[in-house]
C-alpha cells in the first residue's frame, strides 16, 4: 500500500468517525430537549367579546 492510499483511508476513517460523533452528540441534545419538563400556560379570550383584555394577570418568565 502506497502512503497516498493509507494516508487517503486514514483520513477517511477519521471523517467517518467524527460525522458518527456528532451525529450522536446531536441525538442526545435532542433528547433532552423531548424529555425537559417545560410548561406554558395559555390564555384563550373569547373572540365575540373583545372589550378589554384583563390587565390583571402577571407576567411569569422562566
Known sequence: MT???KSLLYFC???LASLAYYMVDQ???FKEQIVDKSYV???FHDTQNLEK???DQE???P
Do not use: G, R
Open 3 to 5: 502512503y497516498k492510499i
Open 59 to 61: 407576567e411569569v418568565l
Open 41 to 43: 400556560e395559555a390564555d
Open 27 to 29: 441525538h442526545d441534545q
Open 13 to 15: 476513517c477519521f471523517m
Open 53 to 55: 383584555p384583563k390587565e
